[in-house]
T-cell receptor, first 109, second 116 residues
Framework: RKEVEQDPGPFNVPEGATVAFNCTYS??????FFWYRQDCRKEPKLLMS???SGNEDGRFTAQLNRASQYISLLIRDSKLSDSATYLC??????????FGRGTSLIVHP | DTGVSQNPRHKITKRGQNVTFRCDPI?????LYWYRQTLGQGPEFLTY????????KSRLLSDRFSAERPKGSFSTLEIQRTEQGDSAMYLC??????????????FGSGTRLTVV
């Protein structure tokens, strides 16, 4: 089983829709979690950190559920510019980030 | 500082040749990571340096791969006797002790390797 698992999608949604991605992880010793965004043929960039208490940044909300070992990302009022691959990332005690395969989001007019 | 710099951007090589990639991290970052990414997959961890010390290597890093960070600044990744399966995007990232806990890993634009 991979350390970090994501549904690759694609998730194809209209503008204005709300979309949610989940990511499961297998290492209970994981310390930190993040969502990264990667545009086509570009490098990954940090979108937001994920906390047990939840983390909201504008239209984006991230949540961590340690008991069930999953994290989630909710995007409200989707924009065309949100089209990208969203990478789930965990970092263990040594803080070396482990990436999921990514979930592809396509927002259409 | 303009971020993490990787050179070359693209490399096409014949099978069996050796290739070397360079990564210049953000100057105040003491941690440096190498990843490999293929189409439809997330970045896969290869190796990690803290300053000049190589502290962890993935089992993906076969004996044909070697990485160095001699002065704790720039790093090189060398692949000897390249194989077609080595074709991928090679990404370098850096972070500092202060930024790591907040997910502050800054990636370079990568080196795309094609082995023909």
């Amino acid at each position: 089983r991979k350390e970090v698992e994501q549904d690759p999608g694609p998730f194809n949604v209209p503008e204005g829709a709300t979309v949610a991605f989940n990511c499961t992880y297998s290492n209970s010793a994981s310390q930190s979690f993040f969502w990264y965004r990667q545009d086509c043929r570009k490098e990954p960039k940090l979108l937001m950190s994920v906390y047990s208490s939840g983390n909201e940044d504008g239209r984006f909300t991230a949540q961590l559920n340690r008991a069930s070992q999953y994290i989630s990302l909710l995007i409200r009022d989707s924009k065309l510019s949100d089209s990208a691959t969203y990478l789930c990332v965990r970092a263990g005690g040594s803080y070396i980030p482990t990436f999921g395969r990514g979930t592809s989001l396509i927002v259409h007019p | 500082d303009t971020g993490v710099s990787q050179n070359p951007r693209h490399k096409i090589t014949k099978r069996g040749q050796n290739v070397t990639f360079r990564c210049d991290p953000i100057s105040e970052h003491n941690r440096l990571y190498w990843y490999r990414q293929t189409l439809g997959q997330g970045p896969e961890f290869l190796t990690y340096f803290q300053n000049e010390a190589q502290l962890e290597k993935s089992r993906l890093l076969s004996d044909r791969f070697s990485a160095e960070r001699p002065k704790g600044s720039f790093s090189t990744l060398e692949i000897q006797r390249t194989e077609q399966g080595d074709s991928a995007m090679y990404l370098c990232a850096s972070s500092s002790t202060q930024t790591t806990g907040q997910g502050g890993y800054t990636f370079g634009s990568g080196t795309r390797l094609t082995v023909v």
